[in-house]
Structures are given as C-alpha cells and as structure tokens.
C-alpha cells in the first residue's frame, strides 16, 4: 500500500485491500486508543456530509488523534478552484493557497470535492482533485471526488465479507430515480470494487445514464485480475434473475452529462425506477440490499426495503468508521 | 438512575436528582479528566445552540472524552422525520437512517429538535423526539425537545442549591414578550423542575399564555411528593408579593399554539410584560432573578436586572457544564 | 509578558517577543504533547476564518489540549454588541451573556471580531473587542479585531527571523487592490510589528489610503525605541527600491472610511496596484513578498509572484501555527 495516499482502491492490489480489512477487523477486536496520539487529521469538505464528516472525527478520536473540520463557505472562505482566472468574483482564496496551508497544520488531510458536473471529461480526469492532491506533501484521504468515493467502497467491501456474500455472486448495480442529478462517484468505486472482489457485477440502468467507457474499462481490468465480470443491461427482470446484492444508487445522465434540463426530462420517464420488494422476484430469496446513504425514501428506494429485512444499509454506514480507522491506522501509525 | 438515558427529570426520583447534583459538586471539587477517556459523544443541532453547544464539547474534554457535532442543513444534509412521505423536496435524508447511523459512531448521542409549533398535542407527546429516541440503542442525552430541557433544569436547580434557595420558598415563573412566539420546552421543564423540588410554584402569564393542563397535572403530581405546590396566576402584584425567585421565560400563545399572527396581534398588547426592578416591589428583597438565555435585552428583561445584583443568569449558563458532566460521567462511566 | 492576554504586540518589549518566539522555536524542536493536557481553548468567530480556525485548533490538541469553535449566526444565535438598544431585531443573543458564559466554559478564550467599518474613530478605539474583552475574566487572545491581528504580525516575525531578514533593511507595507473595502486590522498591525522590529518601514499607498495618524504615530514610538523609522509615500519606484521585502496588504480609503461607494470609485483608477514582477525592478535581488492571506490571485497579486521564488506566504500561514502554539503554552501552561 501506498504509505502516503488513499484515493481509489485500484491503487491497491486485492491482497492489499485484504489486509486493510484484516486491520480494520483487528482494530475492531483489540482497540488502539494510543494508536494516534499527537496526531491530527484536517478534514476539508467542499459539499455536504454526514456519515464522512461524523466517522472521521470519530475514527481518529478513537485512535486517540484529533481532528479539525474547515467547510469552505460556511464559516470560512470559498476557495477558487481555477487556474488564472482573475479572482474578482466571490471566492475570497485560491486552493493553490489555502490546500498547502490546511496540509501544514496537520499529519494528514481528508478532501471532499464533488464533481463540477459540466464537462463529464473534465470530471472523469479528476481535475479538481488532483489539482488540490498535487499540492498535498502529507498523507491524503479522497473523501468523495469527481469520480471515486474509496472510503465508502473499503466500507461496503467489508460489509459483503461479513455477511459472507460469495466473491462470484451475482451484485446489481442499479440506477435509482432522484429529483436531481447526481454525481458518479459512488456508482463508478462500486462498480470497481465489486469488480475487483470477484462478483458477476451487472450494470442496470435506463437509456441515458450508461457508465462512461472508461470507468467500464477500468471495472473490466480488475474483473479479469479478479475472475469477476462485467456487463451494462436495461432489462430489470434479466438482471436481478439469481442477484445476491442489489446495490441501489442515484446518478445523473451520462448522455446528457451537465444538462439539468434534458435529464429531468429523461428521469420524468422513469418513476418506476425506484426500488420495490417486487424487484426481487427472481432474486435469491436472501439478496440484499445496499446503499450507501443519503436516500430518498418512496423516491429512489420504498419504506418496504429500507425498512426491511434484506437492508443492509446501517451495517454499511457503520462500516464507514471501521474501514477508516484501518485507512487512518495505515497511514498515521509509527507501527503497523 | 436510568443508566442509559437523560430525557426528562420526571423519569427521576427526588433523591437520584439529589445524587445527580452532588456527583457535579464532586465532579467541581476533584476533577476527573480521564473518566471517560476514549469515549465519543455525537451532538446533533436541529436548531441554533450557543451554551448547549459549547458546554457538551467542554464536558467531554474536561472528562478526557471527545465529541464531534452534527448541524443538519449547515453542512450536513438537512433530515426529513415524517413517515411514509415521498422524499421530493430539500430533505436528501431521513432520521431513520441519519439517527442511528451517528448513533454507531459514538458511546452517547445528544439531540437538540425544537417543537414543529404547528399541533400542540403532537407537541405535548413530543413526537419528533421520540421518533428518533427509539432509533437510537446508545445512551442518550434531550439537548431540548419539543417540550423538555432536562439539562437546563438540572442546572437551575443546582443554581438554587448554590444560592441556599429553600424548597419551600415561593417560586414564580413568569411569561416575559418577545418578538416570535417561542416554544414551550423551558417554561415546561422549568415548571416540573420548581414543583419537584419542592416550591410554591405560581406561573404568572397573561390571557393567551395558560400553561397546558397536561403539564401543570404533571407539575402537581411532583409537587404533591415534594410537599410543593403549583397554581397560575395572571395578577402580577400577587404572584410576585412575597417571591423569593424570579424565573422570567418567552413562550409562544397555547390559546393559538401554531398561528404567529394570532400570537402577535396578542402580544401587541403586553409590551409591559418585560421584566424592570418595579416589578420586584412586594418581593423578598433578595429575590433572584433567573432566565436560561439566550434573552432580548430590554424587549424581555430590562438592562437593569441582568446588570443588577438580582440577576444570576450567568451562574445558571455555568452551570450547564457542571450538571451536564455529572450526566455525562453517570452515562458512560465504567466507575460511579 | 502580560500573563492574562495577547492582544497586540505593542502591549509587549521587543525583548518579550523575542523571548515568545524562543519558546514557539523551542516547541518545534522539543515537542511538549502533554503541555496543555486538560485545557480548553474557547474560539468565538464572528467573522470568516480558516488559517486562525485550523491554527488554533491544530495548535491546542498539538499540545496536548481541546477546543472548541463558535460561530455566531451559523448554527448559534446572532450576538448583539450594542449596548442599551432593545432587541427586537435578528439578534437574539446580548455579548454581555454570550461571552462571558462561553469564557466560564472554557480555561482561554479566543475572539475573532473585525471592524464595523462605518466609523473610523469608533474603530481605532476598538469599540467592539474592548467591550467583550471587559467582559473576560480568562486568558484572552485577539484573533483579529477592527484594528489588530497580533497573531499574525508574531507569525511574520517569526518569518523574518527564519528567513534571517536584517532588522535594518527596507520594509515595505504596499496597498493592494480589491473588489471590496478591507479592513486595517492587518496593516495596522504588520506596520507595528516590521517597525517594531527595527525596520525602515514605508507605507506605500495611493492618495486616499493614508494609515491613520494615530496608526503612524504609535508605529513611530515603536521604531524609535528599537532604531527603525516608519514614512509613507505614493512614489512606487523610491519605496521600492532597495527594498528587502515587500509585504501587500488590501485595505479601505481611510479619506472615505465607511463609504463603499466613494472607496469603489476612487479604486477603479486603481488596477494597477496588483503586484507584478515589474514591481521589483529596483528592489534587492533577494526581496521577499509576504501576504498575510486570503489573497484574491490576479488582482491583488499576480500568479507569477504567488507562485514564484519570492513569495514566503506558505511559510507565513504555517508559522501561525508555531507563533500561536507559543501565546497559548504562555498564556496555559503551569510552566514556562
């Protein structure tokens, strides 16, 4: 592993992810409360949070490190993003700036920055990201970027390993209906990472929110690293025939990326995509669900699954603080 | 003691709110700043905090613990708590997942979620607050609900111990104007808190602001055990003649509970309901004056009484750290 | 060293600064991780922050100790400073409650108010901040007021001694343009500090934002005892020339103090005031350029000196870090 970065599981080899989780367990069985102490995690969020936000500074804390929260915009300045440009609008500090700054207050930096969301080549590219990495000399965490969310990935990961989901089980990834459009980060890390763990990983979704080639590229490599699969479908019933996970999540249209307009115009087609016990008819009876939270209930998914017994989304949410503590222990800790 | 939540003083005898106080004054005398080392409170804020807020955190840190905080809708999604509803609006999540995923990443959670105001029986059964109590399996901590703050009342009474204010002493707990209807957890919890420890308890309010009969039923069933009492009064000059406290509070109309314009055109009326020293005429000359905060200067209370020498509002705000640590230490510490 | 407060550099001897900055030096090359063990550090910000608002945080749990942060108006009431006035408005909260109760929570207490801006006698006077400070029976540590930054001005000392920059050389404090009116907390400041330090200090600034006499003439008694000199002047080529550092600040018309419009005139005739390398021309070959940040790119500064071999501002904000990790193990620790 990388000593110095957590920013997508395919840094990692699948033996490497393991161990992770193998630590994570660990920490989990025989607590560290020392493990960090003196040491402090800077968590810099550009969008809203919750589970991140929490399970981070609970993590650290439970490490016996410290941790401060700067929320550009609320409290603090916003921070310019552009290169060049003259800042006479109303972001009051450049990245370039303020991201070496936050970095030399701390022993490792957490960034959360959603994609742009205008130019879906921009955001594939990680630009943003990886102009705030490059100015990073510290340990850094993605937090959520354009295109990857690793934290959440590592958590799910560990989720499918203690409900002891078979590595060539049949996992859905299922487009879900949502009043906006909303970013790839989560679908294109799940999507790699039940790639790299082995599954018949199914892609379904209506015309019009397709994964990008690349990211089904880049799925495809680590399936056949993995002895997984990897294939996109339209067909509900077809792809659910024998699942063993339906991991749910919302997206914005890839054909229309950055067109609020003409993907509320394609989504105004497709209520019915949300989320019904009926989905599972030919499902295995003990398929479960997944979601990596925030959801919409009666939107993107009904009561009747959240609230039901094949939800896994709080072993999901829980796992968060479990799988970074390991990330933090990883690449804070004096000892392995 | 229930060990395992602090939600209301009701759920308390006399003797154990006695214990409460003097494991505070023991807390104050010889502190413990490793008792609840390693543990983790979440804070989460539905509404604005300013002592709540910076009491917890220091708590905690005084105890050797730590805390993170959670403000839905500045920087954490905003949360949706009705049931059944179809998520379309700015909600993007529910309490039922947001509540007990925090409630995973910590050893105790506070909440703080004001009354809707709207329904007055739906308030009175605190509704909101019990939703989200019964998703949390972790000690828990009323921050102020739609009809209760505990931790203020258990610092006022620590307040009258402090100033040898004897239980039988006369106890008035007066309406005071303010520009917005306010909600009617500080006047209730007030109210329980005075007839339980054993005062002549008279709440003076004009026409309009008549505490709800559940709440002074519940009142008198404590004062009937303390050997207190509880009436209401709108006749200021008797209810203050002979008074030893003074505890002034802001509350919306019950008679129009939910209709701000009802409320206002009423309140019009009262602008003399804002307490000056004349008010203290017929008082005990060492009647105390005290309000929770935070308070509108001159328009609820006069300059004159918070700079005066009656006024003990600021030793009533420091004692929200010192009764709150001695929850927080019954809540989570392994020794008592 | 007033062993209570660290309000502004004038309050000390060079002698004692010097001695601050021996001890901050003294942390960096000997860490104390248990200095401030059990303390609390109170931090009130009534304007935006993210340097201070890391800084101090990072630099408590560094040595040892917790903080906390306020946000008046975010997640917390708005606090009124005025005094007398009736409360009727937004504010809910007087600072004769909030901050003397947040002070009783807390063993030091950090606050953050910038200037009114609207009258400039008022603000020289620092109206605000001595009214709060009055109220704080704690250590107290001004983390910007209407006319003082004195953690920032012991930072950049710090800077000029690392950077072994002679007491003698030539210090110029450059106005820089903005699309808004600054406050002088800044300049105020690092004009004190450079003549403080023994440098021939020249304010270089357009016609209309002279510093204030009072600013010039207390600078003045400063440089006379330590063999600097301080003058102003709107002849860019003479300040420059020779200099050994040039340090930009953006700040309002001190003729048109509290007039956005007049100040927004006078400015348009001023684009040229943006740092460029043409700038340096005259200068040493080795001039330094020092910003205290925020800084809006391409107007105030061009990227070619933000990103060039001259500019220290990195080096600057990271020295907040240890420069306040001195005032807090000074003001905190049981020893020296």
Same mark, same amino acid.
């Given at each position: 592993m990388n000593a110095k970065r957590f920013l997508d599981l395919a840094d990692f080899t699948r033996e490497e992810i393991v161990e992770l989780l193998a630590l994570a367990q660990r920490l989990q069985d025989r607590p560290e409360p020392r493990a960090l102490a003196g040491k402090i995690l800077g968590l810099v969020f550009f969008n809203p949070s919750l589970r991140t936000l929490a399970s981070f500074q609970a993590g650290m804390a439970r490490l016996g490190g410290t941790s401060f929260v700067i929320t !550009?915009?609320? /409290? *603090? &300045?916003?921070?310019?993003? #552009?290169? /060049?440009? !003259?800042?006479? +609008? *109303?972001?009051?500090?450049?990245? #370039?700036?303020?991201i070496p700054v936050l970095a030399s207050f701390c022993d490792a930096l957490g960034i959360r920055a959603f994609a742009d969301g205008k130019d879906l080549a921009y955001d594939l590219a990680e630009t943003n990201f990886n102009a705030m990495a490059s100015l990073v000399d510290k340990p850094l965490i993605n937090m959520e970027s354009a295109m990857n969310h690793p934290c959440q990935s590592l958590a799910d990961w560990k989720t499918l390993d203690d409900l002891a989901v078979a590595p060539r089980s049949k996992f859905v990834l299922s487009w879900v209906t949502h009043p906006r459009a909303l970013p790839l980060a989560v679908p294109a890390s799940t999507l790699h990472m039940a790639a790299m763990r082995g599954h018949e990983v199914v892609v379904l979704r209506p015309e019009g929110?397709?994964? !990008? !080639?690349?990211?089904? +590229?880049?799925? #495809?490599?680590?399936? +056949?690293?993995? /002895? /997984? $699969?990897? #294939?996109? *479908?339209?067909? @509900?019933?077809?792809?659910?025939?024998?699942?063993?996970?339906?991991?749910?999540?919302? &997206?914005? $249209? *890839?054909?229309?990326?950055? $067109?609020?307009?003409?993907?509320?115009?394609? @989504?105004?087609?497709?209520?019915?995509w949300q989320v019904r016990e009926d989905w599972f008819a030919r499902a295995r009876p003990d398929c479960r669900f997944m979601h990596c939270l925030p959801v919409r209930r009666n939107v993107a998914v009904a009561d009747e699954i959240l609230d039901g017994p094949r939800s896994v989304v709080l072993k999901e949410a829980h796992n968060r603080l479990v799988a970074q503590m390991a990330v933090l222990h990883r690449l804070l800790s004096a000892t392995p």
């Open positions: !550009p915009g609320h /409290g *603090t &300045w916003q921070l310019e993003h #552009r290169l /060049g440009v !003259p800042m006479n +609008a *109303t972001a009051a500090e450049h990245v #370039r700036e303020g929110y397709a994964m !990008p !080639p690349q990211l089904l +590229a880049k799925a #495809r490599a680590a399936a +056949a690293a993995s /002895g /997984g $699969s990897v #294939r996109e *479908t339209d067909d @509900r019933a077809e792809a659910l025939a024998g699942a063993q996970v339906l991991y749910a999540k919302e &997206w914005g $249209s *890839t054909t229309y990326y950055g $067109s609020a307009e003409k993907d509320a115009d394609l @989504r105004a087609k497709l209520p019915d």
